[in-house]
């Protein structure tokens, strides 16, 4: 059999379909998506994609994913790609009950790592190397690792942060003081430093009084922060620089078309729903001049080469949503939501977002102009809303739903946050009791239900 023989046969072989331990299924059986053979990753994406098929438990895939690095890459770096790529084979035999296989491909990796030794892009060469030896002390004792040993870290964890974003438009409800207890827990939990951001962009609702009340509402819960306060206005300079960088690259158009227009043109039988048609993306230059001549005040658009984005998110695994051409900047020249939370973020150093799920359908786009920014794109967790009996968003006619109304009922702070920590299915009085006990994995994916009496249930 000759080399290229041997080549299509390997390719006949990995076309069939397999389980999420790589072991080939019957012709015919649905199995584990394969790994595009075209997929482009830069080292670093190539890592992250590996770590995230790792903690699914798919360590087959992510050999996959370390093996077209190895392939590709460049010469100096095969060391390090094949000895990780031999690290993924060694934790997938060890799922497969195969503890000889493992053990084999274990040493290969440890040797080819101390070998490729120091590792660039953030590779913790000695936490992984110090990882495969107590596998390889495990196998040679006769016993197989457990799957939670399976999930290496294959980068030094950056020191990161979590944050909390209010707009001051209004006193925080329990929904909102909910979502900050999780997402101070997440940060807390994780080493993380915790932050917060005023996201007072809307200057007609935004008020500093609202801020003020917002900040001391917080605490009072017991909740701390790292740093001081950061005002988005503030950063207005940092927005406008990222959307030059975008519109230099040709990624950007001027957008004229008003709500209404598209509205009207979303409801017509063609392209995604929700999405924007595209109405502005080719005009030539006559017709903006046209445009702007008839006063038409103009907003700018992300040119996107995508349709829809991946992310994984902590609550909700993968999801793949709707990416169109968004507003980068809107026609008052205030840069656009989608635009200031993804810099913002990335600038400031929050690598963990935690905020509720009515915020998930969004993130693909954010997630998709981080990388075109050249962004990491933060560790997403949406978590269920707080609504009311109707299934709503709570609101002031919904009774005592703010830390204000409570405490005027005679409540307390420590017995709202009570309230708080005990809808997370934690009996704790305090975010730092809580915090000892707070586990992501036992969330619920319901939202919770505010009752006339105050009280929060499962919904």
Excluded at 9 to 22: E, I, Q, S, T, Y
Excluded at 303 to 308: D, G, K, L, Q
Excluded at 320 to 346: I, K, Q
Excluded at 371 to 399: E, I, W
């Amino acid at each position: 059999m000759t080399e290229r023989d041997r080549d299509d046969a390997g390719h006949a072989r990995n076309a069939r379909p397999r389980d999420r331990l790589g072991r080939p299924l019957p012709p015919g059986s649905v199995g584990v998506p394969r790994i595009p053979e075209d997929l482009q990753l830069t080292s670093r994406q190539t890592l992250d994609y590996a770590q995230r098929l790792l903690d699914d438990g798919t360590a087959f895939h992510a050999h996959e994913v370390l093996e077209a690095a190895w392939k590709n890459g460049p010469v100096a770096e095969k060391m390090l790609w094949q000895g990780l790529a031999q690290y993924a084979v060694g934790l997938t035999h060890i799922q497969r009950g195969n503890p000889k296989g493992a053990r084999l491909l274990l040493e290969r990796a440890v040797g080819r790592l101390e070998a490729a030794a120091p590792l660039p892009y953030g590779v913790d060469g000695p936490g992984l190397i110090a990882h495969a030896r107590n596998l390889l002390d495990e196998l040679a004792a006769g016993r197989l690792p457990a799957e939670s040993r399976l999930r290496p870290r294959l980068r030094v964890p950056a020191a990161g942060a979590g944050r909390f974003a209010p707009t001051p438009s209004g006193d925080l409800h329990l929904g909102n003081l909910r979502t900050a207890l999780l997402a101070w827990l997440f940060a807390r939990s994780t080493g993380r430093e915790f932050g917060i951001r005023i996201e007072d962009l809307d200057t007609d609702r935004s008020r500093p009084d609202i801020a003020d009340r917002q900040l001391a509402d917080l605490a009072a819960i017991g909740l701390d922060w790292d740093g001081p306060v950061v005002w988005q206005s503030q950063r207005l300079d940092r927005h406008h620089a990222a959307v030059e960088r975008l519109t230099a690259a040709g990624l950007t158009y001027e957008c004229y078309c008003t709500r209404k227009e598209i509205q009207q043109a979303a409801t017509a039988p063609h392209g995604p729903m929700g999405a924007y048609p595209g109405t502005c993306r080719e005009l030539t230059g006559a017709e903006r001049s046209a445009r702007r001549a008839a006063g038409r005040p103009a907003a700018l658009r992300l040119r996107s080469a995508v349709t829809e984005f991946e992310v994984i998110d902590e609550i909700h695994g993968c999801y793949r949503g709707l990416v169109d051409d968004f507003v980068l900047r809107r026609g008052d020249g205030t840069p656009a939501y989608n635009l200031a939370v993804v810099v913002d973020d990335s600038e400031q150093g929050f690598d963990q977002v935690v905020r509720g799920d009515d915020l998930l359908p969004s993130t693909p786009r954010q997630a998709y102009l981080a990388t075109l920014l050249g962004f990491d794109v933060p560790r997403y967790a949406h978590v269920p809303l707080v609504l009311n009996r109707d299934g709503k968003r709570l609101a002031k006619r919904d009774g005592a739903v703010t830390l204000a109304d409570r405490l005027a009922a005679g409540e307390t702070a420590r017995q709202v946050a009570a309230v708080l920590t005990n809808s997370l299915g934690t009996i704790a009085s305090t975010p730092r009791e809580a915090l000892d006990r707070f586990d992501p994995e036992t969330l619920s994916h319901s939202p919770w239900i505010f009752e006339p009496s105050g009280l929060l249930r499962r919904g």
